[in-house]
Each structure stands twice: as structure tokens, then as C-alpha cells.
């Protein structure tokens, strides 16, 4: 199985602020990295897929990055729909893993 | 728009079957694979498992034995069936759409709520 670290767990960031989680894949998986928002009670959504590709309706404020095993997130000029919890996600090969996740908390 | 709306019993006792649906409502049905994934309380995302018209089932080898994910494409649902529940399987469950078409790097790109399952004696 392919492992997902991404880091950090958590954060704590304001309003406005810039952000960027990373993930760390333990194999090649080219550009098959996807980004998901978490938030509590709603459907888990896609941000971000094939490592850097904004799915559509998704703001700009949000940017991925990377190839191979590293890659990030970036959000830039946090909104308080975004605290939240954010999940990497390889789509390169089964089973699918995820990172453990990082929860943008309020500073 | 594409949404998914998933039901099923949210309270079980050990050595019990879950029984989650997820009806598809807007896109195609048979054009995609439809997935189920999990989240136990305070733990990350974990893959149970997906199945495509064309290319069959794949399972997490950690729940293939208990696990079948079966379609009715007629109706455009997706079940989840997972035998001999214990606590460990407590969590919240996803169905999700996967676009496995070229240009889409497989992503999964539409959820639905999610169901809380709680396994108690």
C-alpha cells in the first residue's frame, strides 16, 4: 500500500492568513495527488486534483503543488469556511489511501 | 448537479451486518465507479472499496473478506454490505463518485453526506 504523511496535524491561522500543508507520498505517484476540505456535517468536497488542477467552482485562493512523492497545499488569504479539515488523497493505485489529515483551526 | 444521498441503520450490535445505500441522483450512472469510504471518530479516511460496470469490484485487502459492494443500476444506487461488525467499525460512512476517465487521474469527486455507524453492544 502506498502511505500518505501529511503534516501538520493541525494548525492554528487567522483570517486572511496563508497556509500550506504538505504530503509526502512513500512511493512515486506521479501527479495522481487530490486535496479534499472536511467540514463537520457537510459532504467532504474536492479541492484540488491531479496534484495541481482546480476543480471547478473551487476559489482561487487555493493552489496545489508537487510531483512524484511531495506535494502541497496552499491556501492563500484564509475564509472561515475554510477552518476546516484537509485530506491528501493518491489516486495512483489500489487500494486508495488518504493522509492523516490537518485541521485549520482559529487562531 | 450531481448528489448522492446515502441511508441506512446507524446503530449495530457486534457480529451484526451494516447496510448502507447511496442513490445517485444527476450524471451517469454506469460511466463511473462508485466507491465507499470510512472515517472512524478522530481517525483519518480509510478505502472500503469500489465497483465499475466494466472493471468489476476492488476491496481493501484489510475488509475484503466481510465486504461487498453490489449495484442496481436501474434505480442508480450503490450498496455497501459489511458482515460481522465489531467496535473497530464504528465510524462515519461515505459513498463517493470516482471519475476513472482519461484526463480525470481518477479522483473521487462527488460525496454524499456521510452515515453515522455506531457499533455497541
Known amino acids: 500500500d502506498i502511505q500518505m504523511t501529511q503534516s501538520p496535524s493541525s494548525l492554528s491561522a487567522s483570517v486572511g492568513d496563508r497556509v500550506t500543508i504538505t504530503c509526502r507520498a512513500s512511493q512515486n505517484i506521479l501527479s495522481y495527488l487530490n486535496w479534499y476540505r472536511l467540514s463537520p456535517g457537510k459532504a467532504p468536497k474536492l479541492l484540488i486534483y491531479a496534484t495541481s488542477t482546480l476543480e471547478g467552482g473551487v476559489p482561487s485562493r487555493f493552489s496545489g503543488s508537487g510531483s512524484g512523492t511531495d506535494f502541497s497545499l496552499t491556501i492563500n488569504g484564509l475564509q472561515p469556511e475554510d477552518f476546516a479539515t484537509y485530506f491528501c488523497h493518491q489516486s495512483y493505485s489500489s487500494p486508495l489511501t488518504f493522509g492523516g489529515g490537518t485541521k485549520v483551526e482559529i487562531k | 448537479q450531481v448528489q448522492l444521498q446515502q441511508w441506512g441503520a446507524g446503530l449495530l450490535k457486534p457480529s451484526e451486518t451494516l447496510s448502507l445505500t447511496c442513490a445517485v441522483y444527476?450524471?451517469?450512472?454506469?460511466?463511473?465507479?462508485w466507491t465507499w469510504i470510512r472515517q472512524p471518530p478522530g481517525k483519518g479516511l480509510e478505502w472500503i472499496g469500489e465497483?465499475?460496470?466494466?472493471?468489476?469490484?476492488d476491496y481493501n485487502p484489510s475488509l475484503k473478506s466481510r465486504v461487498t459492494i453490489s449495484t442496481h443500476t436501474s434505480k442508480s444506487q450503490v450498496s455497501l454490505s459489511l458482515s460481522s461488525v465489531t467496535a473497530a467499525d464504528t465510524a462515519v460512512y461515505y459513498c463517493?463518485?470516482?471519475?476513472?476517465?482519461?484526463?480525470?487521474?481518477?479522483?473521487?469527486?462527488?460525496w454524499g453526506q456521510g452515515t453515522l455507524v455506531t457499533v455497541s453492544s
Open positions: 465497483i465499475n460496470q466494466g472493471l468489476g469490484t
Open positions: 444527476g450524471g451517469s450512472f454506469s460511466d463511473y465507479s
Open positions: 463517493a463518485r470516482r471519475d476513472r476517465r482519461s484526463g480525470s487521474y481518477n479522483k473521487i469527486d462527488h
